[in-house]
């Protein structure tokens, strides 16, 4: 991850292209919110792979190929209303979030994970990769853990600190394997709001922690 906390450009192209699962295309649109250029980035990467689309020669379809789209369509689930944009002027959530949990985080049914600390689990994808949301009360410090994969971190409200780095509003930490004793503490003052995507279960080195882990579900 760059240290400015922004993600880097590979990402950006992937989502650009409809590459990245759910929780990841989630977690990438809701950071650009905060960062115009990115937004730029991602235009420009569409803009790009459609130019690419337009020179590539058509291909023939079959005489049913249309009849086959509009059977699809006809079973597909109907789309989850959408937040209005009165809703986003009041919201403190950048929209694409917003527009996912369709409700305010106090609407939320936030589980306990730990003194100080709660949890709402938003998606479960192939391979245990995981979409939620982290609340922390302000000092708190998260048990040390290491990671079996990729988990990456987007703070929405307060901030955190891991060693000498320091993420704010907006910013996204990624730990990998390599991670080890990875514990982020919290900023004093104010409740931490972080939306987080694991690609596999953390591995908590404490005795309690790892007995509470299947409860968790983390």
């Known amino acids: 991850m760059k240290p400015n906390g922004l993600i880097p450009d590979e990402w950006l192209v992937s989502y650009a292209a ?11 649109a809701t950071h650009a919110e905060y960062h115009p250029e990115l937004k730029d980035k991602i235009q420009e990467a569409e803009d790009i792979g459609g ?3 337009n020179d590539v020669e058509p291909v023939s379809l079959s005489n049913d190929a249309l009849d ?36 305010d985080l106090t609407d939320l049914k936030w589980r ?24 922390a009360r302000g000092g708190t410090e998260i ?3 290491d990671h079996s994969g990729n988990e990456m971190t987007l703070v929405l409200k307060g901030g955190y600190k ?25 900023d004093q003052g104010e409740d931490c709001v ?4 694991t690609e596999a279960p953390i591995k908590l080195h404490s005795f309690i922690g790892k007995m509470i882990q299947p409860f ?3």
């Open 18 to 28: 409809g590459a990245l699962s759910e929780a990841h295309a989630l977690l990438v």
């Open 51 to 53: 130019a690419i689309v």
């Open 68 to 103: 086959n789209v509009l059977a699809r369509l006809d079973t597909t689930p109907a789309e989850k209303h959408s937040v209005t944009d009165q809703e986003i002027k009041t919201s403190t959530l950048p929209r694409p979030l917003a527009d996912y949990i369709n409700c």
């Open 112 to 135: 306990m994970m730990g003194p100080g600390m709660s949890q709402v689990r938003l998606w479960t994808g192939p391979d245990d990769e995981r979409l939620w949301l982290l609340k």
């Open 143 to 145: 048990p040390k853990h």
């Open 162 to 186: 891991v060693g000498e780095h320091h993420y704010t509003v907006g910013q996204i930490e990624l730990a990998d394997s390599e991670t080890t004793e990875h514990q982020p503490v919290i």
């Open 194 to 197: 972080c939306l987080v995507v």
């Open 216 to 218: 968790i579900g983390l």
